[in-house]
């Protein structure tokens, strides 16, 4: 069923003026009433369907993750999981972190890219960034939830895996029916993602939605 967020978010500076700020301030023609009553606003809506890939971009700095976390607030706490929110077991290997047969235990593993033989015999505590990254995308996928929530996509990974991952994603969402919303300032996975929405939130002026076949 199609489903509808309107996010705004407000950010008002509450900084102290100290000498160094007045002198910025100075620097820049603001004085004290324009610098308090201009605050960031982030703003946009968002129409997704189950089975959606929303991929939210843009350059560092523009509000790309804000609006992750506004968008992870609207959602039913029970529909969700956010990849920064699942831990990294010390006393279990990767494959035995992971429901289900031998087998479906390999084949989720696949899908987030980790295949490596140490790599799943491993620790995820103790597995290098990119590899915790997959891990936790493993556990998402694992989850049974229908949205999944994951800043900074695939920009610890290599290109080549970033574009297999970002791939199975993709499929994944199609065959499950589960939304992934998702952020990054890499675009050179968007051939493999194909997302059905993409998000571009710029440094000023208004965010722009563009949908796929909507």
């Known amino acids: 069923m199609e489903r509808t967020f309107r996010i705004e978010k407000k950010f008002s500076w509450q900084g102290e003026i100290t000498d160094k700020v007045a002198g910025v301030m100075r620097m820049f023609g603001l004085d004290v009433a324009r610098l308090r009553d201009s605050p960031a606003v982030h703003r946009c809506r968002i129409t997704?369907?189950?089975?959606?890939?929303?991929?939210?971009?843009?350059?560092?700095?523009?509000?790309?993750?804000?609006?992750?976390?506004?968008?992870?607030?609207?959602?039913?706490?029970?529909?969700?999981?956010?990849?920064?929110?699942?831990?990294?077991?010390?006393?279990?290997?990767?494959?035995?972190?992971?429901?289900?047969?031998?087998?479906?235990?390999?084949?989720?593993l696949s899908k987030a890219g980790l295949n490596d033989v140490f790599c799943v015999l491993n620790q995820p505590s103790r597995l290098s960034d990119g590899q915790k990254y997959r891990f936790r995308l493993a556990k998402a996928l694992d989850s049974g939830r229908k949205v999944i929530f994951a800043d900074e996509f695939c920009s610890s990974l290599d290109r080549v895996t970033a574009a297999v991952v970002a791939y199975n994603v993709r499929k994944f969402a199609k065959q499950h029916k589960v939304i992934f919303i998702l952020a990054g300032c890499d675009n050179d996975i968007l051939p493999d993602l194909m997302p059905d929405v993409i998000v571009v939130k710029h440094l000023v002026g208004k965010t722009e939605v563009v949908y796929r076949d909507r």
Do not use: Q
Request: proline residues 5%; aromatic residues 6%.
């Open 48 to 108: 997704l369907c189950p089975g959606d890939v929303c991929y939210i971009t843009g350059p560092s700095g523009a509000g790309k993750s804000v609006l992750l976390r506004e968008l992870y607030k609207a959602m039913g706490r029970s529909e969700k999981i956010d990849l920064n929110n699942i831990r990294l077991p010390a006393d279990r290997s990767v494959v035995d972190c992971i429901k289900g047969s031998f087998f479906e235990s390999l084949e989720i």
